[in-house]
């Protein structure tokens, strides 16, 4: 073997790697244990204790905030995450529908309209009508939004049904903008599966983001609209005079505001001046100091000494609100605007040291009689996060679009020697001062940035502007689906099926054999999490199913060898011979198995979103690590050995497999017309049953409702999903915790299509009958309903919206598309592509098709949801496995037996392989089968599909693939 060096080199590194991530999960794990300990199961105690040894070193050097960051995260349906509702503001989309019409009727309306969605669920647009109307029923509506942005679809002849069918349909536009823009940011801030579903409720958007470190960094990166303005500024002593002016106002406000309230004791009437009674008294205190310049001593400036930059305040975050009480007085107000000046703060201290954060002054200009920035609205055409060339902290680099390019040029050119301020959702991310004329429409953010701060930053830019502002309105920490139990019977069932997977390997190529093989699958999962550490991938259901079609991989490339070496022996060589030679022959059809699993990995990962993601990023480290250990590792510990004269006694069978399928000669090409009846017979069994019957689709796909229940005492969620199953005919709840451990969201597609006034009703009471038992006793319907068990009831639109849904079709199609192109390539022949493609086709069809079958029928759930999708792929990527193998075998054969026919070369290969092939299928049946029995129920599902795939998937390379592969290749001969 050559390159021994490298792969002791990569070994090694690999290792210190995975032992370096890994380790942090392990620490952490230790530091989540005492905050349980410490805080009783009390989650607000638990983060309490955890942030107070945030910054506290821990290991390596590195804190336990750092350490949490570097630990292997776990997706929503594992660990939990933040579970959140956004509102998208209607009334900010029509506001600049209508370019900020001042208009004191349609600002009422709008205000009215907000109401009246809130309280009585109408859509935005029909109750700002109704509203505009009971205002002014002679209005029309076309004098507010004939603006620019709507030249040439509305103008001022046009009638208030015309407008409002406009104003419908620009709506619905912005609403797809602002879920658009938000899954674009959410996609960009880290492999995290986010769960995204538009809600019923018209503007309402509900977001699952497992693993969340930072709740913080998660509501500004989506709440924030991108507004992003480059503004001119002026120096303060341009407007030192109108600060002087300011100063006394408030100086007068203040006498009088002391004045009252000496006289009454208790009075808030400085609040409505702009002060908090609060503000009041702290300025009370300082009269004595200065009470003729309170302005200037809350600024920290000389009133008789103006200065030259743009820095209005320097000061602390206690100091701000002071502040902006004095500038938030109405006259103060209005002498800034008459005088075209806008205060705003800096994003961020200068430093987190001194925690002093900038007010700086904005030139306000005035284009078409509206004050405006120079440049703003969607000028970016691409942003990028770096570290600057003269500081250790990260910026973000902006380049602009051609016409936004131009008017920046124009705005450097005017400004030299003065500073523009760079201001994003009304704060001032930085204020350069220019040097020189910009002519490429580049620009810079630069400040005291984390490299995931200006991560963040320049995501923001790239997503694009959003339509209205998205704030949040419901924000709950969520459990995780499986629950503790349902985890700990997967890692048991995880630990069971390794074990029996080992002593397989050992019964049927013995002891040293099966210990080198299995060594060699343990390194592949200890690599594996560890590479997914370093890339910081969030582990989920999907992601656990590539990782287990990954040590399919790994099984199937061992068991090639050994049936190689095994070969070899049978014909004479000796054991360093054999194992040589074994590995050479057994490359390509490795090779091409694994290359055709990545391709499959590759386009998943580019055309798929959320659990598609993670099982197309997991299983392309998966195939890596795989073919790895399997083709490389394992060889260098053989010759290794061999070398120095040991594992002379290996001999790859044992007393179970000596004569097991040894030289076997099945005919599996005899009867190809009745093979081929069967099949038809099953696939339109399949399909019709799928046409007619169809999928117990699971509220992924359906929508439904979800429903927040909370009990006296701690729920065991299995046992809710049971108690329930019998109220919902199969349609079986999803059931996680949320929250506390007393409290359960209940989500259910039962009666989903009927628009039936009494159907909220008719499930609510379902529940209650469901969950008596978990109720104290006594408690009655009415008690249930409002006496606090039922938190909040909502009915969720599909999380997967349509052209995501096309997306995964679109993707799986591709996989196998490309699958058989690479086939084509591979084998320069049409004939395996076909067969491929036909196999595969078969095996989702059969899937699909037992599903449709059996749902109801089945003691346990066959619910399609979005882990369906990952078992579903996982099979596809399995199943070409094989086919590609025989395949291989056929190319062998035929280049060393060429006048041989067709029949029976394709027949001597399903025989030789056919060892391989049981093998393989058996030890990947084995760990599917203890998974099915002994995981759970969150995971039988998922586990019941892989059975049906690796089970048909191995029949369709016998019966299917190479079948039609031969029936191609003997009518392309016979029309030679």
Same mark, same amino acid.
């Given at each position: 073997m050559q390159n021994k060096g490298l792969v002791k080199f990569l070994v090694v590194a690999l290792t210190l790697i995975s032992i370096f991530y890994l380790s942090f999960s392990f620490v952490t794990n230790k530091y989540y244990k005492r905050a349980r300990k410490y805080s009783g199961g009390i989650p607000s105690l638990e @983060? +309490?204790?955890? $942030?107070?040894?945030?910054?506290?070193?821990?290991?390596?050097?590195?804190?336990l905030e750092k350490c949490r960051a570097m630990e292997i995260n776990l997706g929503l349906d594992l660990k939990g995450g933040m579970n959140i509702i956004m509102e998208i503001a209607s009334a900010d989309i029509l506001k600049s529908l209508s370019d900020n019409n001042p208009d004191l009727i349609f600002n009422q309306a709008l205000d009215r309209a907000t109401e009246l969605q809130s309280k009585k669920g109408k859509d935005f647009v029909s109750a700002f009508a109704l509203a505009y109307k009971e205002l002014d029923p002679n209005a029309k509506l076309s004098v507010i939004f004939s603006t620019y942005e709507l030249k040439g679809k509305i103008c001022l002849q046009s009638t208030n049904e015309e407008v409002i069918a406009v104003l419908r349909n620009e709506l619905r536009i912005a609403y797809e903008n602002s879920f658009n823009v938000l899954r674009s940011r959410i996609d960009k801030f880290g492999v995290v599966a986010p769960n995204i579903q538009r809600m019923a409720k018209e503007g309402l958007i509900s977001i699952e983001l497992p693993g969340v470190k930072d709740p913080n960094?998660?509501?500004?990166?989506?709440?924030?609209?991108? @507004?992003?303005e480059f503004w001119e500024t002026y120096s303060e002593s341009e407007i030192h005079q109108t600060l002087i002016f300011a100063n006394n106002i408030i100086r007068d406000s203040i006498q009088l505001a002391h004045q009252y309230f000496n006289k009454t004791?208790?009075?808030?009437?400085?609040?409505?001046?702009?002060?908090?009674p609060q503000t009041t008294v702290k300025a009370k205190s300082k009269a004595?100091? $200065?009470?003729?310049?309170?302005?200037?001593?809350?600024?920290?400036?000389?009133?008789?000494?103006?200065? +030259?930059?743009?820095?209005?305040?320097?000061?602390?975050? @206690?100091?701000?609100? @002071?502040?902006?009480?004095?500038?938030?007085?109405?006259?103060?107000?209005a002498l800034l605007d008459a005088n075209r000046i806008s205060l705003k703060w800096t994003i961020k201290p200068r430093s987190e040291e001194n925690g002093v954060y900038d007010l700086i002054a904005l030139?306000?200009?005035?284009?078409?009689?509206?004050?405006?920035? #120079?440049l703003s609205g969607d000028v970016i055409q691409d942003a990028s996060d770096h570290f600057g060339q003269t500081s250790h902290y990260a910026e973000v680099s902006m380049t602009m679009k051609s016409e936004a390019a131009k008017v920046w040029a124009r705005l450097t050119k005017d400004n030299l020697g003065k500073a523009i301020a760079i201001v994003l959702d009304d704060a001032v991310y930085s204020f350069p001062t220019v040097s020189s004329e910009i002519n490429d429409g580049t620009s810079r953010i630069t400040g005291n940035f984390t490299a995931e701060q200006a991560k963040d930053l320049a995501n923001v830019l790239k997503s694009g502007k959003m339509s209205a502002r998205a704030k949040i309105v419901q924000e709950e920490i969520v459990g995780p689906s499986l629950g503790q139990q349902a985890i700990k019977l997967g890692f048991i069932s995880f630990i069971i099926a390794l074990t #029996?997977?080992?002593?397989?390997?050992?019964?049927?190529?013995?002891?040293?054999?099966?210990l080198i093989a299995s060594s060699a699958l343990v390194i592949n999962l200890f690599f594996s999490l560890g590479v997914m550490a370093s890339f910081h991938v969030v582990l989920t259901l999907s992601g656990i199913?590539? #990782?287990?079609?990954?040590?399919?991989?790994?099984?199937?490339?061992?068991?090639?060898?050994? !049936?190689?070496?095994? !070969?070899?022996?049978?014909?004479?060589s000796k054991i360093r011979k054999a194992v040589e030679e074994g590995y050479r022959k057994a490359f390509p059809a490795i090779f091409d198995a694994n290359l055709t699993s990545l391709i499959t990995g590759i386009i998943l990962l580019i055309c798929g979103t959320g659990p598609i993601q993670g099982f197309a990023f997991t299983l392309i480290i998966g195939i890596g690590v795989s073919f790895f250990t399997a083709v490389f590792l394992t060889r260098l510990t053989y010759e290794t050995f061999l070398s120095k004269g040991k594992l002379q006694n290996f001999t790859f069978i044992t007393k179970l497999s000596k004569n097991f399928l040894v030289s076997p000669n099945f005919n599996f090409l005899k009867n190809l017309r009745l093979l081929y009846i069967v099949l038809s017979v099953i696939a339109t069994m399949s399909f019709v049953s799928f046409l007619f019957r169809g999928l117990n689709k699971g509220i992924d796909y359906t929508g439904g409702r979800n429903y927040v229940i909370r009990f006296k005492q701690p729920i065991n969620t299995a046992q809710v999903q049971e108690l329930l199953n019998p109220y919902f005919e199969n349609h079986t709840p999803s059931v996680i915790t949320i929250g506390t451990a007393n409290q359960v969201r209940i989500s259910t597609n039962y009666m989903i299509e009927s628009n039936d006034l009494c159907t909220d009703s008719i499930i609510q009471y379902k529940l209650y009958e469901g969950l008596k038992l978990l109720l104290p006793v006594g408690t009655t319907y009415d008690?249930? #309903?409002?006496?606090?068990?039922?938190?909040?009831?909502?009915k969720v639109g599909p999380s997967i919206a349509d052209d995501l849904k096309q997306k995964a079709i679109w993707a799986v199609g591709l996989a196998v598309l490309a699958i058989g192109l690479y086939v084509l390539l591979r084998f320069r022949d049409i004939s395996y592509s076909v067969g491929s493609i036909a196999a595969l086709t078969f095996d989702t069809l059969f899937i699909l098709g037992t599903y449709s079958l059996l749902w109801g029928i089945v003691p346990f759930s066959l619910e399609v949801d979005q882990t369906f999708i990952g078992a579903i792929l996982t099979v596809v990527g399995y199943s070409i496995n094989d086919k590609v193998v025989i395949f291989d075998r056929v190319r062998e054969y035929i280049f060393f037996h060429p006048k041989k026919n067709k029949f029976e070369i394709f027949n001597a290969s399903l025989n030789s392989t056919l060892d391989r092939t049981f093998n393989t299928s058996m030890s990947t049946l084995l760990v599917l089968l203890i998974i099915f029995f002994f995981g759970g129920e969150s995971i039988r599902s998922f586990s019941f599909a892989m059975i049906l795939g690796v089970v048909i998937g191995t029949l369709s390379s016998l019966f299917i693939a190479a079948p039609i592969a031969y029936e191609i290749q003997i009518r392309k001969k016979k029309k030679k």
């Open positions: @983060n +309490q204790y955890l $942030d107070s040894l945030a910054n506290e070193k821990i290991w390596l050097g590195y804190s960094r998660v509501r500004d990166l989506l709440q924030g609209t991108a @507004n992003l004791a208790v009075n808030n009437n400085s609040a409505t001046m702009g002060f908090s004595s100091e $200065d009470l003729q310049y309170p302005l200037f001593t809350s600024l920290r400036l000389n009133p008789n000494q103006p200065h +030259q930059t743009c820095v209005v305040a320097s000061v602390k975050r @206690n100091e701000k609100p @002071n502040i902006d009480a004095f500038l938030g007085n109405s006259k103060v107000k030139k306000v200009s005035y284009i078409d009689n509206r004050p405006k920035p #120079i #029996i997977l080992i002593l397989y390997l050992i019964l049927i190529y013995g002891l040293g054999p099966g199913a590539g #990782i287990v079609l990954a040590l399919a991989l790994a099984v199937d490339a061992n068991v090639l060898i050994y !049936e190689r070496i095994k !070969e070899e022996m049978r014909g004479g008690q249930f #309903i409002n006496n606090g068990y039922v938190q909040s009831l909502q």
